[in-house]
């Protein structure tokens, strides 16, 4: 069964930095892509960023990239997204998601991601 584990959030000042973490477990599939998707309160779930993790490739959306960073762990599956300069608008439900297969151009289409961790808060408030 495979399972997906965040951990890492929290609150957060405005300009300060939080990093999250994600771990997947129990899957035997190759080529695995995983991502970052958030939701705030009324608002659609929005692709955050994404690595193929065989290949290295990243991807971020416009509303992140310069300040969050998403790179692969020494543990194997195991993915970190470091937030920097936070900001109020970056307030949401942190979700992690993985995938097999799944092509550069496509990492942003949370339809491309088979399996979904439960989320985990972040607050950026002052």
């Known amino acids: 069964q495979v399972q997906l584990a965040e951990s890492g959030g929290g609150l957060v000042q405005p300009g300060g930095s939080l990093r999250i973490s994600c771990a997947i477990s129990?899957?035997?599939?190759?080529?695995?892509?995983m991502g970052w998707f958030r939701q705030a309160p009324g608002k659609d779930r929005e692709f955050i960023a994404a690595?193929?993790?065989?290949?290295?490739?990243?991807m971020y959306s416009d509303s992140v990239k310069g300040r969050f960073i998403i790179s692969k762990g020494n543990a194997k599956n195991t993915v970190y997204l470091q937030m920097n300069s936070l900001k109020p608008e970056d307030t949401a439900v942190y979700y992690c998601a993985a995938g097999s297969g799944i092509i550069l151009s496509a990492m942003s289409a949370s339809s491309q991601y088979d399996y979904w961790g439960q989320g985990t808060q972040v607050t950026v408030s002052s």
């Open positions: 690595i193929r993790l065989s290949f290295g490739n990243t």
């Open positions: 129990g899957h035997t599939f190759n080529n695995v892509a």
